[in-house]
T-cell receptor, first 112, second 112 residues
């Protein structure tokens, strides 16, 4: 079945630095969604990408969907302590209606 | 506008006990989901309900049952709790296929 993999699993970042986290699917995706979960909190939807090669920005966050629609990336510029949390990507499972396959997430720790 | 409400927030059970986790959404969403989250494993789908009156198994349904009581409410039942079911349980809802999911605050369940 489809697998969604995220790398790295952990990311330690100095405040002010940039970093990128990656999401790879074993199959072509119709769309990909990104969620953020703060420590002790619940996942919160960030963005959805639909088109091949699509790039969307939210302030310091840049999301990209690969040309082949099998991978995606999240780039954070000038990391702040408010960026702490786990970032998940998710894509349709492909085998049934409406189900999302979540990656295991990238846990981001920011050092002041 | 409360969004997705889960009760209880915390629960400790003994092995073999049963309990029902409650979930209600006030966004008039058609679809609802139950996930469990374990460290390093992301979100795994237990059951989902594409629309009122239907329920389907997700990735890890064994040991659980669900009821879509009406459009607003979707409950998860553990008939005979086992230590392996210690986890954080999240309920989510969405407006339909490929739409962003909105999560509740979670239920932290420990089984001794």
């Amino acid at each position: 079945g489809q697998q969604v993999m995220q790398i790295p699993q952990y990311q330690h970042v100095q405040e002010g630095e940039d970093f990128t986290t990656y999401c790879n699917s074993s199959t072509t995706l119709s769309n990909i969604q990104w969620y953020k979960q703060r420590p002790g909190g619940h996942p919160v939807f960030l963005i959805q990408l639909v088109k091949s090669g699509e790039v969307k920005k939210q302030k310091r966050l840049t999301f990209q969907f690969g040309e082949a629609k099998k991978n995606s990336s999240l780039h954070i510029t000038a990391t702040q302590t408010t960026d702490v949390g786990t970032y998940f990507c998710a894509g349709p499972s492909g085998d049934s209606w409406g189900k999302l396959q979540f990656g295991a997430g990238t846990q981001v720790v920011v050092t002041p | 506008n409360a969004g997705v409400t889960q009760t209880p927030k915390f629960q400790v059970l003994k092995t073999g006990q049963s309990m029902t986790l409650q979930c209600a959404q006030d966004m008039n969403h058609n679809s609802m989901y139950w996930y469990r989250q374990d460290p390093g494993m992301g979100l795994r789908l237990i059951y989902y309900s594409a629309s009122e009156g239907t329920t389907d198994k997700g990735e890890v349904p064994n040991g659980y049952n669900v009821s879509r009581l009406n459009k607003r409410e979707f409950s998860l039942r553990l008939e005979s709790a086992a230590p392996s079911q210690t986890s954080v349980y999240f309920c989510a809802s969405s407006d339909g296929f490929n739409q962003p999911q909105h999560f509740g605050d979670g239920t932290r369940l420990s089984i001794l």
